[in-house]
């Protein structure tokens, strides 16, 4: 199967790459770069010189249509809801790792995202592709919504625990960290290198684009509306998110009892993988990876869950993720591609 | 003033060394290392090449007594409890910055350092040295327990709050990040460099000995039991420490009120400092000094506080609050020797 | 095909197994590990959780001998010396991965491992594993000295310009760097985080053991003794080594030219890459892949070559050459189960 | 005395303020910034956040020369070669922490810097501010052209062995390895996080702009003509300069008497320490210091000479030093200032 990446020069397109580039199915026909059009990967990414020859591409959708069957999206935020549409129409299967089509509410987009949202007949038609939740609907869709890193390891560590009525969801706090990739490639003043190693940054409290989406899946699965309380900090490493996800229990239950709860929950999902009592995940034990590991601790003293969730960013939080998908729209084995080890150390 | 280091070969001896080494009315007279006892400081520590020509010296409680008038504790747990007596017994102010007479409670400590306490007549009259709270205490104390790291970035970000009352007792939760030099200078799988380079863990969640220390300060404060539920990271740097603070705010009240409420809890304080509305944070900004910055945001949406409190955790963490609380003994100004800029970047 | 591991632990073995997990002809039948016995990998190393279930075994060298056919040898120094014999006696083919057979004279591993050799029939019998230089050697060898880490990205980088005598060999300088995880994963004070973080350190010059593994292939090439200035440095980072390498040239020649020499040496070499004139690699751009990538700079005024050469020290400079090795040895395509992109970023 | 710092917001600048904010003579009179006057530092540093309360300040060359004695330029390359000489005219001393000075040559200044350069009547009267070197000269200057980061690295290292003749000129390597924070505070893709953490890059093989620098201190020296093989590596951390240099022995000598003569040569210098046989100096140990620390290794082997030579390279390799030169042209005791501990770890 034939498929193209468009916004050919992020971090995400290049996992995307790495992923494809050894995918036993689906075969790269052409990685699309406004920047860089005309110009070998190599010469923009050395990692991959020699592996890729074909030249990066200007974009023209009629005839990249013809060409392929899928398409990434791992451009900017506001590419994607006038693109993919397009596509869409020509029946060509189109994978979002942006936001434009996460928010089913053009009110919710406009508000957090400061633009406005893509025609709503998409937003509603769209899947957000959780994976390991909805990957029925995403075996089915035309339009996948990739979800943000972010809510991937939040709802993962946290939906086991919603769905089983287990916390109030009045007290859910989600502490999280992310390692500076997750700011793209674009440089800033806060990403130069001096000044973010060996420090430890907290970023946008409460003010999160990802929030919304979080609380969008929350509320759905709790049947009644869910807000969270939401932080995020930026860690000195290149990958690796973690959520540290604090609720109030509803009733006492332990952490053997929790971990039951969310072994049954993931049973057939082979990316998800539960800690024992006593062990808490590190981002490095799913480092370059489709892993997300979650750790349990039930606080006996304060009644309170605490959850650590732990994920690539790069990996299971966006491209990853989105060749999971495709593996789910093709109904191949959803490990297809992806069944790597970490790298440790 | 003379002054004795006793511990003298871990990382909390060596800053104090630092902070004397420039102090304008203390000296050193004597730095204690069984360990190391006979070579010069710079065959240890060859930044102090040149510097320290004295050498380290084996521990003779009489005769160190009549050489000095204050002794830094800069040892394992376990073992200021037996010594710190001997010296206030001679007269010798002591400081303490291990653990073992910060909590008040023998059984407190039994349970949580899993080894007797000190004897309770000490840990009665020990003072809790959290300098800017306890200034008047310290001033006039015997021996002081010099606080712990997380317990001084997580007490000076909350006690403003509780003490106003803005905040729900029963809601806190305390998300701490701590770099590595916090688990000290010896060597251990988990703070071998490949391991804990590019990674981030989370430990002992609600099981950290500091837990009794801050919940007996908020208890003090309050004037009634409160519990926290507190977790701990290992962030891949090697200085600084974050507590990310949560609460249920009591009533609904600005970020520009409640920095107001701050700025008037330290107006007399030179070492903390509140960032302005919209401004965190980071542990860079207070990086190699005695500074404790903090930043406040209230999310209008879900009725919570998050506060932001970065402290060195070997400086106002440990020995530079050791220093400031050696000042507040001689009545000294408490920058004395104190008053240097972070150094950044 | 199966194969056994033996050092079980180490880095060696946990990125011998990454690559053999996914490798399509070879199966880890049996991983040994004396101090480990008993538990499964994941127990040791979390981010394998789930994925391998076999229990680490203990060395019962008949048994394993009748299980598989190759054993690779991740073990400190002087483990195989003994124990790799025993196996080639019985028909299992041997790839060892510690020093132990390197070195064809028994006295210059007297001098530089400070213990006895191995015995001297095997020293002269087995294949130093450099897979580019000695393919057809690595063949039909039975037990295959796997070069080690700094070897690799030196050896890699001189050869083509000793070969066509570009440089005096008299005048070879190495300034080799290394990623921590050189060191292993015993932990020691110098290796300890808050000691290595922002940090640069030499260490051992002149007198690595690495130092006549060099030396002894130069000379082979050059037909006549060669001595090289070896030194190295920790580098803060966990992968990757960087050998930059001085010489004096023999001719005036510009960096083009050496370029082209270069190319033409590795013309059927997939593994490594030599960048256009102007470029220089970075270690980072072969990151967790079995590439080495060399940049060349000829300086017009003083007459000298310069040679960057770069590897992922634990995947071309230890496990994934020998994974090559098997392929080789088996008459696989070199690149089988290798063929990976770098992780980037 | 008043002094004024021009170029206000970068990192030269940043740790001028840090050590003149605690000088016990000198006192910052003004500190202009064209990109942020009127803001106050802590605004654009909030690490100064309430220490420093004067706005920065716009340029006006006749009112600032009658309110300081002494200017540091701590801009970027071709502005103090306009500036400089119009305060230097109005009798105030400039300590230029730019390139615009330091070579006597236009030619070369033109060749290396590609724009033309200072008046040559400056360029013969400005003092090359080497501190250890040219102390007298520095005493006297009214224009003081302060070293490089990499220059006072490696002539330091250098030049007591080109004193003594121990070494032959034209065989003389430096292979310089730099933290980032050497880039300057301005963003670019090869000084983002992502890329440049866990990484290491050799850049500008032969073609640093600090290379005539070194060679015309070596020259003068010497008595002919010098020329040096240098290499430049960006090395993951923010702070620190090594400089490993190799250099042809002239004649047999061990290790111990090279240590002598570089003791002998900086007898009375309190900011360079030699290493006793077999030490080697780390970066960390003059982190955030004005020292230089030196280690010798000669290779009986090979007979070539290794010098390690590290400082920080914001402090003696550019701020400090400026600091060290203000003392000696007041004729302060040279550590004045500057006499604090590097911080470890």
Redesign the interface.
């Known amino acids: 199967m034939k498929v193209a990446i468009i916004g050919g020069t992020g971090?995400g397109a290049?996992e995307l790459?790495?992923f494809l580039?050894?995918h036993p199915y689906a075969e790269i026909e052409a990685v699309i770069s406004h920047s860089q059009s005309g110009r070998v990967l190599g010469a923009v990414?050395?990692?991959?010189?020699?592996?890729l020859e074909k030249p990066l591409e200007e974009l023209v959708v009629e005839e990249l249509a013809e060409r392929v069957e899928v398409v990434f999206f791992a451009t900017p935020p506001a590419v994607s809801k006038d693109l993919a549409p397009q596509f869409v129409e020509r029946d060509v299967k189109c994978i979002d790792l942006s936001g434009d089509f996460r928010l089913t509410s053009p009110t919710d987009y406009q508000e957090w995202y400061g633009s406005p949202a893509a025609d709503e007949s998409y937003l509603k038609t769209a899947v957000y592709g959780l994976s390991e939740i909805y990957a029925q609907e995403v075996a089915g869709a035309k339009l996948i919504a990739n979800p943000g890193c972010y809510p991937t390891a939040t709802l993962l560590g946290l939906l086991p625990a919603v769905h089983a009525g287990l916390i109030e969801d009045r007290s859910i706090?989600v502490?999280a960290?992310s390692?500076?990739?997750g700011?793209g490639?674009g440089?800033?003043?806060s990403?130069?290198?001096?000044?973010?190693?060996?420090?430890?940054?907290?970023?946008k409290?409460?003010q999160h684009k990802h929030i919304p989406e979080i609380e969008q899946i929350l509320t759905r699965t709790a049947g009644h509306p869910v807000?969270?309380?939401f932080?995020t900090?930026l860690?000195?490493?290149?990958?690796?998110i973690?959520s540290?996800i604090?609720a109030d229990l509803t009733r006492q239950v332990s952490t053997n009892e929790i971990i039951e709860v969310f072994k049954a929950f993931y049973r057939e999902q082979p990316f998800v993988?539960i800690?024992m009592n006593g062990?808490?995940?590190?981002?490095?034990?799913?480092?370059?990876?489709n892993y997300c590991?979650i750790?349990i601790?039930a606080?006996k003293?304060?009644g309170?869950l605490?959850i650590?969730s732990?994920i690539d960013n790069l990996v299971k939080g966006a491209s990853g993720q989105a060749i999971q998908n495709m593996n789910l729209l093709k109904g191949w084995d959803v490990t297809t591609g992806l069944?790597?080890?970490?790298?440790?150390?």
């Not at 990414?45 to 592996?51: E, F, I, K, Q, W």
């Not at 860690?235 to 690796?240: K, S």
């Not at 062990?279 to 990876?289: D, F, Q």
């Not at 069944?339 to 150390?345: A, K, V």
């Open positions: 971090y290049i790459i790495r580039y050894n990414y050395p990692h991959t010189d020699g592996l706090i502490d960290k390692g500076v990739s700011a490639r440089t800033s003043p990403t130069h290198y001096p000044e973010m190693n060996e420090n430890l940054k907290a970023y409290l409460g807000q969270v309380t932080s900090h860690i000195p490493m290149t990958r690796g973690m540290t604090y993988r800690r062990e808490l995940p590190a981002t490095r034990e799913v480092y370059g990876s590991d750790g601790h606080d003293r304060t309170k605490t650590i732990v069944n790597y080890l970490p790298i440790y150390p």
